[in-house]
């Protein structure tokens, strides 16, 4: 990326400081998903963060699966999961990890804090445990299991392995202090019963360790030094030390905290997105209307684009949204240089030229990009009839149209000058084709310059067009409304998707394959579709208009 970066995150300071203070020597960090959903854009920052800051750093980045709860865990999530996290650009190599592999360790783990009297086996059913708790005003009552002897403790918790107990009728919980002002440290439970087929460990295991006892285990197992995770977890990084600490790593990892990315407007919540798939509102999880990163990907959205916009929204511990403005500049801009500008036309109106020859076709040279002469020119067939966006003409024009109307004159982008001689219609008195008369002395190229045109429009050769779809998208929720309604339901917007059956491309479309992207000359960036698109029979996702009044906030 061409900006330099300007001042370090506050993570980053931290880190420095660890390694000049001799905390540690050197930074491992981690994603931990948990396979139970497909990752979106959120997840894309935490991912470029953690292998950003150990590619930074010089350390390791790993990919370590968070799947200790078999009940929403599925393979399917495991792959699309490492291919997202792969196409982002974070490299992980060969270091992909599941936290279900070390379940014994974590068996271990619990055996000596039960050995050291830190953790004991609690009868109480899970409302009883709920009610000694307590609240933030009053302080939790200790369960009167907690003074239980090591060698009852270690018994029955051997015993809870051994599948001789039923779901919910004993737990494992860590003896902390039930006074705390923290409800987290207020004797948490550690293990649970569940006897549950589990998608990596099968039936191994009927005893699970909840995500506080595991997480800062798997962390401490694989050498992590910074352990990054989002706000939320603030309030849980007590009991990650007292995890660590208990179970006596060596250089035990640190965990930091910084806020979600929040994108306006957009649904990322699992359940929502599940609705909208059942509901048949969207196509599946990569719907390009959605933003998990199957869905920026099948959009046109590349990784590139991502890495940027993830880059402009910072690393902060303050909560805020994003406007969805700021991912759409970050693609433009990533795909302004870099891919074609074509021709292609949305809403085609056959234009024919009445003066000239009729069978004749010739060939137009048109650079690829205006603004990158790298990307060289093509030739564009040229004949008698044309297809012209409907919306460049007007037999009733208003003030201010500078485009096709009876009389009028406007320039074809790199062919000639036309004037607007007569038009077609049909029964109902609708305009079916324009008429038109050339100029041939107003070659592009040919350095004319008896007269000049206000209006330049592009146009498709009509004997050697591509017949193609686009789809164009709106956002699928309903901005002025807000996302949700009174109760809670998603306010859709019902002009999200609008499919153009009938769209006319430049003969050199052939051969477009899935993810190719292109400038659409005035109509925006488009990229082929990964699922529906054939070679004969093309479908385009708009990825996004050519133009907004996003500004790139100072500073
Ligand atoms: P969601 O509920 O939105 O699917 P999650 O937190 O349940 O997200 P996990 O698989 O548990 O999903 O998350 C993996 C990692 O991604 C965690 O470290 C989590 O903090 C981080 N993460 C999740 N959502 C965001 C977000 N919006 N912004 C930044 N990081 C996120
Ligand atoms: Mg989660």
């Excluded at 990752?39 to 590619?55: C, D, P, Y």
């Excluded at 690829?368 to 007007?394: A, H, T, V, Y």
């Excluded at 019902?494 to 050199?508: A, G, Q, W, Y």
Aim: net charge negative; with cysteine.
């Amino acid at each position: 990326m061409s900006e330099e970066k300007i001042e370090r995150n506050f993570i980053e300071m931290e880190i420095d400081k660890d390694l000049a203070n001799g905390t540690y020597s050197h930074v491992q960090t981690r994603f931990p998903p948990e396979p139970n959903g497909y990752l979106h854009i959120g997840h894309a920052k935490s991912i470029l963060l953690n292998a950003g800051l150990a590619k930074e750093y010089g350390g390791k980045f790993n990919l370590r699966y968070d799947d200790t709860n078999p009940t929403k865990e599925k393979w399917e999530f495991v792959e699309s999961i490492r291919e997202d996290v792969e196409w982002l650009g974070a490299s992980f190599e060969d270091r992909v990890f599941f936290a279900s592999d070390y379940f014994d360790e974590m068996y271990e783990c619990a055996l000596k804090l039960i050995d050291k009297g830190k953790a004991f086996v609690c009868d109480l059913s899970a409302d009883e445990i709920r009610a000694y708790r307590g609240d933030f005003t009053t302080p939790g009552k200790e369960s009167p299991y907690r003074n239980r002897s090591v060698e009852e403790n270690r018994r029955l918790f051997e015993e809870m392995k051994a599948g001789m107990y039923e779901d919910g009728s004993r737990v494992l919980r860590a003896k902390i202090d039930m006074s705390s002002p923290n409800i987290n440290m207020r004797d948490p439970v550690i293990y649970r019963i569940a006897h549950m087929t589990h998608q990596n460990t099968g039936d191994k295991w009927c005893i699970y360790p909840m995500y506080d006892f595991a997480h800062p285990i798997e962390d401490a197992i694989e050498h992590i030094t910074h352990s990054i995770c989002t706000l939320e977890f603030e309030d849980h990084r007590p009991l990650y030390e007292w995890v660590v600490k208990e179970c006596e790593f060596e250089e035990p990892p640190r965990q930091i905290e910084f806020a979600k990315l929040y994108l306006t407007n957009v649904i990322t919540g699992k359940r929502y997105i599940k609705k909208l798939v059942e509901d048949g509102i969207v196509d599946g999880w990569d719907d390009p209307r959605l933003v998990s990163i199957a869905a920026l990907r099948r959009r046109g959205y590349t990784p590139e684009s991502i890495q940027r916009f993830v880059e402009l929204c910072g690393v902060s511990k303050a909560n805020s949204s994003v406007d969805y403005a700021m991912l759409e500049y970050c693609i433009r801009e990533d795909l302004k240089l870099k891919r074609p500008r074509m021709m292609a036309i949305l809403h085609p109106l056959k234009l024919i030229i009445d003066n000239y020859p009729e069978g004749q076709t010739e060939f137009l040279p048109m650079p690829n990009n205006l603004e990158n002469p790298d990307l060289g020119e093509r030739e564009l067939p040229f004949s008698r009839e044309l297809w012209i966006e409907e919306e460049d003409f007007m037999e009733v024009p208003p003030k201010k149209y500078f485009r096709l109307f009876p009389g009028n004159e406007v320039r074809l982008m790199g062919a000639y000058f036309v004037t607007c001689v007569g038009v077609e219609k049909d029964a109902d008195g609708n305009v079916t084709a324009v008429h038109c008369t050339y100029d041939p002395e107003t070659k592009s190229g040919s350095g004319f310059s008896g007269r000049k045109v206000k209006g330049t429009i592009h146009w498709v050769n009509a004997s050697t067009a591509i017949e193609a779809e686009c789809r164009l998208y709106e956002n699928i929720v309903d901005e002025e409304r807000g996302k949700l309604d009174a109760e809670g339901k998603l306010n859709l917007n019902p002009n999200s998707l609008t499919v153009l059956k009938n769209c006319k491309l430049e003969p050199d479309f052939c051969g477009a394959r899935a993810y190719d992207s292109y400038q659409f000359v005035r109509n925006g960036y488009f990229c082929v579709d990964c699922k529906d698109s054939r070679p004969e029979a093309l479908v385009f996702n708009r990825i996004v208009s050519l133009k907004s009044s996003f500004q790139l906030p100072k500073g």
